[in-house]
C-alpha cells in the first residue's frame, strides 16, 4: 500500500510557475507508476500527467504539454510537477496518483489505485 501527501499548491499569478510536491510512503514506492490529476468542481477529475517507475517515460495531457514536467526521486519517495506559465483556468485542486503498472493509455482516474488528499492551485489574473 502507498500512502501520498501533496504538498507546495498556493495562489500564483497567470504566467507564473509552481512546483508541486507529492510525498509518498512505503518502501515500494519505486515499483509505482505516478500522476497527477486535477479537478475544478463541476468538473470530473482529468489527468495532466503521469510516469513510470523508473522516471524513463512519462506521459501529458495535450493541455499541458510543453508547460509542465513530471519527474521522480525513487531515492527520496517523492514524485514533482513542475508547472510553468500557467493560465487562470488551470485552478483546481492538483492530486497524485499511484497505479502498480504504467500504461501510457492510463488516463482516467478509475485507472489508479492510490490517491493523495490533494492540494489547492489557484491561478489568478
Known amino acids: 500500500q502507498v500512502q501520498l501527501v501533496e504538498s507546495g499548491g498556493r495562489l500564483v499569478q497567470t504566467g507564473g510557475s509552481l512546483r508541486l510536491s507529492c510525498a509518498a510512503s512505503?518502501?515500494?514506492?519505486?515499483?509505482?507508476?505516478m500522476g497527477w490529476f486535477r479537478q475544478a468542481p463541476p468538473k470530473e477529475r482529468e489527468f495532466v500527467a503521469a510516469?513510470?517507475?523508473?522516471?524513463?517515460?512519462?506521459n501529458y495531457a495535450d493541455s499541458v504539454k510543453g508547460r509542465f514536467t513530471i519527474a521522480r526521486d525513487n531515492a527520496n519517495n517523492t514524485v514533482y510537477l513542475q508547472m510553468n506559465s500557467l493560465k487562470s483556468e488551470e485552478t483546481a485542486v492538483y492530486y497524485c496518483?499511484?497505479?502498480?503498472?504504467?500504461?501510457?493509455?492510463?488516463?482516467?482516474?478509475?485507472?489508479?489505485?492510490?490517491w493523495g488528499q490533494g492540494t489547492q492551485v489557484t491561478v489568478s489574473s
Open positions: 496518483a499511484a497505479r502498480r503498472e504504467w500504461n501510457k493509455k492510463a488516463t482516467t482516474f478509475t485507472q489508479y489505485t492510490y
Open positions: 512505503g518502501r515500494t514506492f519505486s515499483s509505482y507508476a
Open positions: 510516469i513510470s517507475w523508473t522516471g524513463g517515460s512519462t
